[in-house]
């Protein structure tokens, strides 16, 4: 709230909040204590706005209401709950300057909120506080989870009670249900099927005091490319002397770095960031990616340390324990059924063959290779992504999108886009099915980008291909190649 320079507030005073009402239903009513079944709501504004603005909004007034949003900055939900009042709170992202990162916060959407006779819109991403009874950290995480923007089509953002309901359905192993104890991580995974997605979950292989943690490389090359495919993650590690989960919304890009050439770079490996719902501080919280001893001595192993960017000098978080996750856990789409490791390790071996193909044509090498990740809906990659990126003008996009639309192999809703550069342009993008089992996942096929290049391709091609899936062979094949250029 530090940084979003909050300067006018107005409150509902009675309100019916959609996951209180089902954690009322489930839990509370049948409570002793009476409690009322609405809630408070709270809206904030970056400029003070007077007590007129309320007035000329019940009138209708068009002018004051374009000038409610022009400096809306979002809202939060405050539940009759004496030690856990924080309900559902999305905020607009607080800014930051000065330096050259790029912050990625694809799972952020728009959510549109009625105020009075009003609507108002914020970007952002839902969190709120665990209430101890219904909801603990990782029933939170998994709701957030569910509010990304990769969803938004296709589901309905269940409630906290829900989410414990669904994680007990089949794996409650005679807990009891509320009030909740906390998941495990098989509940967790359990949860994120019975609602209908399907959980990916990457574990640590660096020895640490509480199992297996990641390296840096490993943390940043899985991270990365799945929070800018939209999808939040679930961390779950070890935090002071207590287990902990917490739910990563974001992350900072490295600038880009020069690249020698013959060299390559993992775009993703180095993020230094990332920003978390962490229901002990709030939303968007920045951490350090760091590294620390593990139980080998020639390893480390990620920690992620708060950042005290708008932190009060005297607030309690700025010396918040580190967090060393074990596991990562994603919700992603029932069709999804490639392996990120095996594409991270297909995205390796390519841009191996590829820096090996560029000494054999132009005799010394003469690019430098970066590679990132994204997964994307066919229809904004041939739509959007590929106009962003193409300078040939309408015929020659429409050219390129016809040869998309009439490959032998058709593209699903999704696919991975693998995308190779040289640290200032894109190269070329290898476009991978999402949608066989892992040990089939293929190449569909490769857009060019630089007329240069092909030549290079060509020799990777005929020198280095193993003409099978990505889980197989040195160098797999690259599909079909479509020149865009």
């Not at 998309?404 to 699903?412: A, E, I, K, R, S």
């Not at 999402?434 to 020198?463: G, Q, R, W």
Request: aromatic share 10%.
């Amino acid at each position: 709230m530090n940084g979003l320079n909050v300067n006018f507030v107005i409150e509902e005073a009675e309100y019916f909040d959609r996951d209180y009402l089902s954690e009322y239903s489930a839990f509370y009513s049948v409570s002793a204590k009476q409690r009322k079944n609405t809630c408070k709501r709270l809206h904030f504004f970056s400029l003070s706005l007077g007590r007129s603005i309320i007035e000329l909004l019940l009138q209708g007034n068009e002018t004051a209401i374009a000038k409610l949003q022009k400096y809306y900055l979002g809202f939060t939900t405050l539940k009759p709950l004496e030690f856990t009042p924080i309900g559902k709170m999305v905020l607009k992202w607080y800014p930051e300057s000065g330096n050259p990162e790029v912050r990625v916060t694809t799972p952020s959407r728009d959510y549109t909120i009625h105020l009075v006779n009003a609507k108002l819109k914020v970007h952002g991403i839902a969190w709120q506080q665990q209430d101890m009874g219904v909801s603990r950290c990782a029933t939170v995480a998994i709701w957030t989870m569910m509010q990304s923007s990769a969803f938004l089509e296709y589901y309905a953002v269940p409630t906290t009670t829900e989410v414990t309901i669904a994680a007990h359905r089949t794996a409650s192993l005679g807990d009891r249900v509320f009030p909740s104890d906390g998941l495990t991580k098989f509940q967790i995974k359990e949860a994120i099927k019975e609602l209908n997605l399907t959980p990916h979950s990457i574990e640590g292989t660096v020895k640490h005091t509480i199992g297996s943690g990641f390296s840096r490389q490993v943390f940043g090359a899985h991270v990365a490319p799945l929070i800018r495919s939209g999808y939040p993650l679930l961390f779950i590690g070890q935090l002071g002397d207590s287990l902990h989960a917490t739910c990563a919304v974001g992350f900072k890009e490295a600038g880009p770095a020069p690249i020698a050439a013959g060299d390559m770079f993992i775009e993703d490996s180095n993020i230094e960031f990332v920003y978390i719902h962490d229901d002990n501080i709030g939303p968007s919280a920045k951490f350090n990616i760091i590294e620390v001893p593990s139980s080998d001595p020639n390893s480390q192993c990620v920690a992620l340390r708060r950042a005290s960017s708008y932190a009060p000098p005297n607030a309690s978080h700025v010396n918040y324990p580190d967090f060393v996750p074990y596991a990562i856990i994603a919700a992603v789409h029932k069709e999804m059924r490639f392996s990120l490791t095996d594409i991270i390790s297909f995205m390796i071996r390519c841009v191996q063959g590829l820096s090996a193909s560029d000494t054999i044509a132009n005799i010394n090498a003469v690019f430098g290779f970066s590679v990132s990740m994204k997964i994307m809906k066919c229809f904004d990659y041939i739509g959007g992504e590929l106009e962003r990126l193409l300078s040939g003008g309408p015929t020659k996009l429409s050219k390129i999108r016809n040869e998309l639309f009439n490959l032998p192999d058709l593209m699903g809703l999704h696919v991975a886009v693998v995308r190779i550069g040289d640290g200032k342009n894109v190269l070329m993008d290898i476009l991978i099915d999402c949608t066989d089992s892992p040990i089939n996942t293929h190449v569909i096929a490769h857009t060019v980008y630089e007329p240069s290049f092909v030549h290079v391709i060509d020799v990777y091609n005929s020198a280095f291909v193993a003409p099978k899936p990505i889980a197989h062979g040195i160098c797999p094949s690259l599909g079909i190649k479509i020149e865009a250029f």
